[in-house]
Nanobody, 128 residues
Framework: QVQLVESGGGLVQAGGSLSLSCAAS????????MGWFRQAPGKEREFVAA????????DYADSVKGRFTISRDNAKNTVFLQMNSLKPEDTGVYYC?????????????????????WGQGTQVTVSL
């Protein structure tokens, strides 16, 4: 059983930056593919970014590519999401999640249903 706790959300003006962290406990963090998802009011939860077990491979939603960077520190059981050039449409609750390690090579990391463990989420609000 893996417990995930996100932090770092907040209110920022458009064009600004935020850095999210997700601390894991209770499992072997380095065994999991890690992902970030977000959910805006009235919308479905959507894929933002994912990173392989080693951190050597990453993937992003087209809407955040070039602006967001996912990384992980397996020694500290933490995954990060650096968000730059934020836009109002980036507003939402951001969740980190952990998935089966085999899902990376199979390309299954885009779908929220493929993740076994979730954090409680952290609110990101981008104002004009």
């Amino acid at each position: 059983q893996v417990q995930l706790v996100e932090s770092g959300g907040g209110l920022v003006q458009a064009g600004g930056s935020l850095s999210l962290s997700c601390a894991a406990s209770g499992g072997t963090f380095s065994s999991y593919v890690m992902g970030w998802f977000r959910q805006a009011p009235g919308k479905e939860r959507e894929f933002v970014a994912a990173i392989s077990r080693s951190g050597g491979s990453t993937d992003y939603a087209d809407s955040v590519k070039g602006r967001f960077t996912i990384s992980r520190d397996n020694a500290k059981n933490t995954v990060f999401l650096q968000m730059n050039s934020l836009k109002p449409e980036d507003t939402g609750v951001y969740y980190c999640a952990a998935a089966d390690p085999t899902y990376w090579s199979r390309g299954y990391y885009y779908g929220p249903l493929n993740y076994d463990y979730w954090g409680q989420g952290t609110q990101v609000t981008v104002s004009l």
